[in-house]
């Protein structure tokens, strides 16, 4: 994921290595080194056994457990930084047995999604309680991980990192945009990212401003459905799914844009957001954005400060919001200029990196 290898690359006092299941998009991700563990041809089995049968988190196999213990001792590992709480459970095993401290990161749909289970709850517990550190993206998270179990103490806000150089601040006309609103929206398509309630919110906007347009950049399940509600809605020439584009790209977009949309929302399976990438991004270009009060997003967006925040699942309100901020140049202007400061001050890539490390170090010497 492209957050997690900017940061691992944003590291200098500190040398990360790799482990994986696979690699995959090499190009789109140079790095060096990996080590590759596979799955055993048994995998699928091992799973069904623990999940299907026994309704419990698969646990890794005693082959797989030599298998990482001998890479990181090959590689005199210091530290094992897990990515991702579920994927921390799999590999309990291997955090009982190694002598040196672990530390799991949660990044939203892993403090949630499968915790109405009692045996996988009781599971992360177990692991929260063997792991020496959690980092967590938002205090949103930091609280639901506190309710899963664990010790408030081993708690630190990691906040997600931008590469400010990369999305330099750009003013945009707002004056100029009331002939021709461009909306954008960037993400997966994915059931907490809240893209049917922008496309009812943007029909809206298109009864008193006919020439507006929404781009709706990424790749997911939903695509389907969410090109089936456009054609419901008769949005199919006002609204483009440009599916999976390269950042550069994706920046280009935000350049071209007036408003930026994140309306999420908790999914059905408890699903919730950290504080999502896209959103940091578009800020930090100089995009207002508007959002709901949902997950961590209130931790970067102060509402009619930083943006604007309507309730989740609402799309008449987050219609209005953007029909009252069009007539208000002014306004826009303030809140895009305000959360490109946010993000300056606390998502600045190289100042979270340099956070990581330190709390690396703290961990390594134990």
């Known amino acids: 994921m492209l957050h997690i290898y900017r940061q691992i690359t944003a590291l200098e006092r500190c040398r990360p290595v790799v482990i994986a299941q696979k690699r ?24 069904f056994w623990f999940r299907q049968l026994r309704d419990v988190p698969w646990q890794i196999s005693d082959r797989e457990l030599r298998m990482l213990q001998s890479i990181l001792s090959k590689i005199d590992a210091r530290l094992l930084h897990i990515y991702f709480g579920q994927i921390a459970v799999h590999l309990l095993p291997l955090i009982r047995s190694w002598k040196k401290s672990s530390i799991v990161s949660f990044h939203g749909a892993d403090v949630t999604v499968d915790m109405n289970k009692p045996a996988y709850r009781e599971t992360t517990r177990q692991m929260l309680g063997a792991v020496k550190l959690v980092l967590v993206r938002s205090e949103s ?13 081993k708690i630190e806000i990691q906040r997600t990192g931008i590469p400010l150089n990369e999305f330099p601040f750009r003013e945009r006309n707002f004056v100029a945009a009331a002939t021709e609103w461009r909306f954008v929206q960037a993400g997966r398509l994915i059931e907490k990212k809240g893209l049917p309630v922008t496309l009812r919110a943007f029909a809206l906007f298109l009864r008193q401003y006919p020439n507006a347009n929404l781009t709706i950049a990424g790749e997911g399940p939903l695509l389907g459905q969410l090109q089936n509600l456009a ?4 949005l199919n020439d006002r609204v483009s799914f440009t599916g999976f584009i390269s950042q550069e790209q994706l920046r280009e977009i935000y350049y071209a844009s007036h408003i930026f949309l994140h309306p999420s929302q908790k999914g059905h399976d408890g699903n919730q957001e950290g504080i999502p990438n896209s959103m940091l991004e578009a800020m930090a270009s100089g995009l207002p954005v508007f959002a709901t009060h949902h997950g961590g997003i209130p931790e970067a967006i102060q509402n009619a400060i930083s943006g604007v925040l309507v309730p989740e699942g609402d799309h ?4 209005a919001a953007l029909l009252d901020a069009a007539q208000d140049p002014g306004f826009l202007s303030r809140i895009a200029l305000n959360g490109a400061e946010i993000v300056r001050k606390n998502f600045d890539l190289r100042a979270q990196a340099q956070r990581l490390e330190e709390i690396y170090l703290r961990a390594i010497r134990g």
């Open 24 to 47: 995959e998009q090499a190009g789109r991700y140079p790095f060096d080194p990996i080590y590759i563990a596979p799955k055993p041809a048994t995998h699928f089995l091992r799973r």
């Open 141 to 153: 998270l930091r609280r639901a991980v506190i309710h899963l179990g664990c010790d408030e103490r």
């Open 231 to 234: 054609g419901e809605l008769n």
């Open 316 to 319: 008449e309100k987050l219609a």
